[in-house]
Nanobody, 118 residues
Framework: EVFPVESGGGLAQAGGSLRLSCAAS????????IGWFRQAPGKEREAISCISTSDGMTHYADSVKGRFTVSADNAKNTAYLQMNSLKPEDTAVYYC???????????WGQGTQVTVSS
């Protein structure tokens, strides 16, 4: 079963940084697209970043562009989301998936909570 596991969330102050990890289980990140998503309280889940590990192409939502960086380490079978210049509005549960399109996600993992204080 393709099932990524998110970790690395926590509490940060505005302007701070966190790095999230997405450990692949049951599949290899090599040659895959890994998407990062988040869901804030009372809001719909939104796609924020994606990486194609086959060619390194990345995509970012306007809300995180210039602040977040997505990467992948094929040897560790893990993808990462480096989050800098955090804002209170970045507070959400963050999820990763083996796709950039949430419509293709059959089951979401538990996610990792990110809380940014002002």
């Amino acid at each position: 079963e393709v099932f990524p596991v998110e970790s690395g969330g926590g509490l940060a102050q505005a302007g701070g940084s966190l790095r999230l990890s997405c450990a692949a289980s049951g599949f290899s990140v090599a040659g895959m697209s890994i998407g990062w998503f988040r869901q804030a309280p009372g809001k719909e889940r939104e796609a924020i970043s994606c990486i194609s590990t086959s060619d390194g192409m990345t995509h970012y939502a306007d809300s995180v562009k210039g602040r977040f960086t997505v990467s992948a380490d094929n040897a560790k079978n893990t993808a990462y989301l480096q989050m800098n210049s955090l804002k209170p509005e970045d507070t959400a549960v963050y999820y990763c998936a083996a796709t950039c399109d949430s419509a293709y996600v059959d089951r979401w993992g538990q996610g990792t909570q990110v809380t940014v204080s002002s």
